[in-house]
């Protein structure tokens, strides 16, 4: 058998990491992690809470196998720009992300499968934003907040909706909890302690959220073939209604559930996501099937 550190550091020699302001709309900050001869690429947009660097580590094992992958930090999280937790229309979020879109299948050394990704918040903004501006060749979901489980009385909700104009940008008096997103103490502490993480969100950024979510009643399918992984016990994503309304959308989808995971797949399974992705993408793509051999060891 090869040596599993010497393979790893012979592919990591392959992956260049950097970061940059995309300028085109104001300040989005991208990470990217590119190798020479990309078999696909995969733009990832990352959850609530987070930004991009939380995913570096899953980018870098799908680069070991060729996959170039670009992880913007959305408005307002990381060192994006933008009000901290707030939006004023969800719209802004699929806008910026059609932008970086163009510019990433721009940057491509040669024509590749594009994917499309993302988890929760996300993966909410690649289904959408996959239905209308971006036609990506393939959608990836992690985790998808297609629905929650917490959600305003509908009255409520009408009279807040009418009035976020006013009481928008109230927060909370307590920050975003962070129970249940993985099972690992560690990550929930990092979360906690690093200083560009979003915990507190504004009540317009919630509304958005929430009506965001009705985008989806859309007749239109999404016709390129998807992937989307739930956590059979998530306490935030309301996976049984995500996934069913899933199922009405994605005409050529698949749709599995990790066991051992809580609402952050890629935080509790890294390893195991990353080769259901190498997986699936070997399968659905079949003219750029990802060689044996360049998936880790580490992973199979």
């Given at each position: ?14 992956i ?7 300028p ?25 809470a ?6 570096v580590?899953f980018?870098?094992?799908l ?7 670009w ?15 707030h939006i ?12 970086v ?7 491509s ?9 993302g988890?929760s ?14 036609r ?9 907040a ?5 959600n305003f009385p509908?009255?409520?909700?009408r ?9 928008g940008?109230?927060?909370p008096?307590?920050p975003?909890p ?9 990550i ?14 504004t ?11 009705h ?7 999404i016709?390129?073939?998807?992937l989307?992984?739930?956590?059979p016990d ?19 989808g ?15 399974a890294?390893?195991r ?6 997986n ?5 793509f ?15």
């Amino acid at each position: 058998m090869r040596d599993a550190s010497r393979f790893i550091t012979s592919a990591m020699d392959k992956i260049s990491l950097h970061a940059h302001y995309f300028p085109a709309r104001h300040s989005l900050y991208i990470r990217t992690i590119d190798v020479p001869n990309p078999i696909g690429q995969m733009l990832f947009l990352h959850a609530s809470a987070v930004h991009s660097g939380f995913y570096v580590p899953f980018a870098i094992t799908l680069a070991q196998a060729n996959i170039r992958v670009w992880l913007p930090d959305l408005r307002g999280h990381g060192r994006s720009f933008g009000t901290s937790g707030h939006i004023r229309s969800f719209d802004d979020y699929v806008q910026d992300a059609t932008l970086v879109w163009q510019h990433f299948k721009a940057s491509s050394p040669h024509p590749v499968p594009t994917i499309l990704a993302g988890e929760s918040l996300g993966a909410l903004i690649a289904a959408i934003a996959a239905q209308q501006e971006i036609r990506p060749h393939g959608l990836f979901l992690s985790s998808p907040a297609l629905a929650l489980h917490f959600n305003f009385p509908p009255h409520l909700g009408r009279y807040l909706w009418r009035l976020q104009h006013v009481v928008g940008r109230l927060h909370p008096m307590l920050p975003l909890p962070l129970r249940g997103v993985t099972h690992h103490p560690n990550i929930t502490d990092l979360i906690t302690r690093d200083p560009l993480s979003t915990r507190y969100y504004t009540l317009a950024f919630l509304l958005q959220l929430l009506h965001a979510q009705h985008h989806l009643l859309r007749p239109e399918d999404i016709e390129c073939p998807s992937l989307a992984i739930f956590s059979p016990d998530d306490p935030i994503v309301d996976t049984a209604t995500s996934s069913k309304c899933l199922e009405a959308k994605l005409s050529r989808g698949q749709i599995r559930f990790m066991d051992g995971t809580r609402h952050s797949v890629v935080a509790d399974a890294p390893d195991r996501l990353a080769a259901a992705f190498l997986n699936w993408y070997r399968q659905s793509f079949t003219e750029f099937s990802v060689p044996t051999d360049s998936i880790p060891l580490n992973i199979e």
